[in-house]
């Protein structure tokens, strides 16, 4: 690494991916444990690489340089014997003007989460602080990493009665020339149901729930979409095809909506059924309708950047629930989800007309990602600067 390069991490300051360190001291089992954390924690944490620097003040960046420290071998072995998997790093030393800096260089992970042997737990970073992972941000891991899917998972209390039967027969009359007694066989193959070799029976997995179930928030908390208009909030459940269906209901026969381009709320929307993060069952997606301003926010931040994103129509997002939207493209009958990237330019392309932009926020730190449309007001005050 070069100075230049250094320097340039330390006007940064901490963050989720940069750490720096007064000493480096691993003379303790205490500090061994403080160290590993903060090692796994960094490369858990989204993003590309990260830096652990030794050396500098945490508070005023101040370059103090270290003083006797473990050989790099030494540090390699802790780390190696107490991650799981071990977390792929570089070590450097530094002389800056004089003072001897230590860049631990943690390099993006394909094996998140890494987990601490001793203890069993996970760390990733909250800003600049290290925490313990939270279930959903653990499975969310285990997903990107092609260990787990979310939506092949097997619904354990579930049965195949909690599937809507007539929204099953319409999709396999409609895809397949069905032999004599082959529904469960074709929907297996499709991972809608899963059998379970303790209960000798077939049960939906979550991904069928969400697709064709009768009440997946009986199984799948928060998996709602709740709509606030005019200070009232309705709450639509359902599996997802339905689910669109009864917003779009809801939307289209709201008069303050008449003159408002609302196929960019039912795209938002597509968008926020296929790329949300299901792990996280804390909350639904929020519709937001203002006079200034609509907001769809969705569990599950798709980019590693904080903040504002800029999306040109030639953006492609990164898709996080592949299965589910391979399945959805099959499924539902009314091929909402053929826009490819679903819908960005269906989005952005409708209120060009009118001069205005589509926001996107990437809200790393709370996991959530928003949409935020142009209010109505801001349509009608186009429309007349327009006459």
């Known amino acids: 690494m070069t100075i230049q390069k250094l320097e340039e991490l330390l006007r940064a300051g901490e963050g989720e991916k940069l750490d720096y ?100 737990t996970f760390y990733i970073r909250r800003g600049s602080t290290t925490d313990i992972a939270r279930k959903y941000e653990i499975a969310s891991m285990l997903q990107d990493s092609g260990l787990v899917c979310y939506e092949t998972t097997p619904i354990q209390h579930a049965c195949i009665d909690d599937l809507d039967k007539n929204m099953l027969d319409r999709y396999l009359l409609r895809q397949f020339k069905k032999e004599k007694n082959s529904d469960l066989i074709i929907l297996e193959s499709m991972g809608f149901i899963t059998y379970l070799n303790e209960t000798k029976e077939f049960v939906p997995t979550a991904g069928g729930m969400l697709i064709f179930g009768k009440n997946p928030q009986r199984f799948l908390p928060s998996t709602g979409i709740r709509v606030e208009f005019n200070g009232k909030t309705s709450l639509f459940e359902g599996n997802i095809p339905t689910m669109l269906d009864n917003v779009e209901k809801f939307i289209s026969e709201k008069a303050q909506l008449k003159n408002y381009p609302v196929n960019a709320i039912y795209e938002a929307l597509y968008n926020a059924a296929v790329h949300r993060d299901y792990w996280d069952s804390t909350r639904e997606t929020v519709v937001i309708i203002r006079h200034k301003s609509i907001e769809i926010t969705n569990p599950g931040a798709i980019w590693n950047t904080d903040g504002p994103i ?14 589910l939207y391979q399945r959805l493209l099959l499924t539902d009958r009314r091929e909402r989800f053929l826009n490819s990237p679903i819908g960005i330019r269906t989005l952005n392309d409708s209120f060009e007309a009118f001069g205005l932009k589509v926001k996107y926020i990437n809200l790393v730190k709370k996991n959530l990602f928003k949409v935020i449309l142009p209010g109505t007001d801001d349509i009608k005050n186009a429309a007349r600067s327009g006459e």
């Open 21 to 120: 360190k007064q000493e480096l001291c691993l003379d303790t089992e205490t500090k061994k444990k403080e160290f590993v954390k903060d090692i796994s924690a960094i490369a858990n944490s989204k993003g590309g690489r990260g830096y652990l620097i030794f050396g500098v003040t945490d508070k005023t960046r101040e370059v103090v340089g270290v003083g006797k420290h473990p050989s790099e071998e030494t540090i390699f072995q802790i780390v190696s014997t107490r991650c799981d998997p071990p977390v792929p790093l570089r070590y450097e030393e530094i002389d800056y003007y004089g003072k001897t800096v230590i860049v631990l260089t943690i390099f993006k992970s394909e094996q998140r989460p890494h987990q601490i042997l001793q203890t069993g």
């Open 310 to 323: 800029n999306m040109e129509n030639d953006i492609y997002p990164p898709r996080r629930n592949s299965w």
